[in-house]
């Protein structure tokens, strides 16, 4: 997902409740249907690591669902184990990998895999003065960094410069560790991520694009899948039947998705709608609206024509009724509690068919047809 975060003036826009007697300040009331347990709400701030927050709060959920109590845990050492990583990327290609804040759900599922996991407590991710993440000057200096070893004019590159990148994201977020104690036992990344229990091999990606065969896995064209993951690709109807279904089942999702549609609010609606006429007095935030028909090619279109982006990772964990009985998507920001309705937004299908990049989710919350198209088990 692209560099996407709010700003401390847009943080403070104000706040709305959510739940079963929740009265939007500008016409929307939404009655909770089903509601999955999700970990508190974080505040991303300064930064474009949306990716980690995203996958994580997902991850952490799954623990809660299998029973395995509530964790949390450390989005920056996915981070700083990703940005070394892209790093080495950007300076193999000459900076034909971009070195960028962003990454993707797969980056985490790899981290996991690799490197394993560790608490926040452990690495709670900030080392200079402030009780807020700001990535700001963080990013100009590993961006500059990597730039002049990528695209400089070099002839040979030395044997420590990977080491001095790890120290910048060092000074900023923190060591990673490769021991620690924590509730009395001492673990390394590794064991501590095999403890949790969740086996990465069960999640997998889906999309629905049409320049890729269905029924098949391919690389998503967009910059922030630099390791170049696969996703599975569905029609559309059954890419939202996968979402319905999970939700249904007991399952949330990790959703990658554009944001930079007028109908995503940034204020206190925390509305995710597409209308289905153009309103620049944005008279739809009065009153649930028409939204436009989603097809294929519709979301085809908008991704070829660069008007569906790789902008920002949230999760999905729970359906809602508006007053007139329209279901919408329950969504997990990572902007704060004071961004949204207390943290959380509310997408209809519509927009989900048009405007998604691809999810995360648990291999058994797709129907078993769907999974047997794909070749699953």
């Not at 079963?20 to 690591?49: C, E, H, R, W």
Request: net charge negative; proline share 3%.
């Amino acid at each position: 997902m692209k560099r996407l975060f709010i700003i401390a003036s847009l943080a403070l826009l104000g706040t709305g409740a959510w739940a079963q007697d929740n009265k939007a300040p500008k016409g929307y009331v939404f009655t909770t249907v089903d509601s999955l347990p999700i970990t508190s709400i974080k505040d991303q701030a300064q930064s474009g690591t949306c990716w980690s927050f995203s996958s994580i709060g997902f991850f952490e959920s799954e623990l809660i669902r299998l029973g395995k109590g509530e964790h949390d845990l450390a989005e920056m050492f996915v981070v700083h184990k990703t940005m070394e990583d892209r790093a080495k990327a950007a300076v193999r290609l000459h900076g034909d990998i971009e070195f960028a804040q962003g990454g993707s759900f797969y980056d985490v599922v790899y981290c996991w895999k690799n490197y394993g996991m560790v608490p926040q407590e452990v690495m709670p991710g900030i080392m200079y003065k402030s009780d807020r993440i700001n990535h700001n000057e963080l990013t100009a200096v590993a961006t500059a960094y990597v730039n002049a070893l990528a695209k400089g004019n070099l002839k040979k590159l030395s044997d420590v410069w990977q080491k001095g990148f790890s120290g910048i994201y060092d000074a900023y977020v923190g060591e990673c560790p490769e021991k620690f104690t924590y509730n009395g036992k001492e673990y390394t990344p590794k064991s501590y991520a095999e403890s949790l229990g969740l086996n990465m091999d069960d999640y997998i990606s889906l999309t629905s694009y049409t320049h890729h065969p269905f029924y098949e896995q391919f690389i998503i064209e967009i910059q922030d899948n630099w390791r170049w993951g696969l996703s599975y690709n569905l029609p559309l109807d059954e890419f939202m039947e996968v979402m319905h279904n999970a939700i249904k089942k007991g399952y949330t999702f990790a959703w990658g998705a554009d944001v930079s549609e007028p109908g995503f609010t940034r204020d206190s609606t925390g509305l995710c709608i597409i209308p289905a006429q153009e309103d620049k007095e944005k008279s739809f935030l009065k009153a649930p609206c028409q939204e436009k028909e989603i097809t294929q090619e519709l979301r085809q279109e908008g991704y070829d024509n660069w008007e569906t982006t790789d902008d920002h990772g949230m999760q999905i964990f729970g359906i809602a009724k508006d007053q007139n009985g329209k279901e919408y998507f329950m969504v997990k920001n990572s902007w704060n509690t004071t961004a949204g309705r207390k943290g959380i937004w509310y997408a209809s299908d519509a927009y989900v068919a048009y405007k998604t990049i691809n999810i995360l989710v648990h291999k058994d919350a797709i129907p078993k047809e769907i999974k047997k198209k794909l070749g699953i088990k």
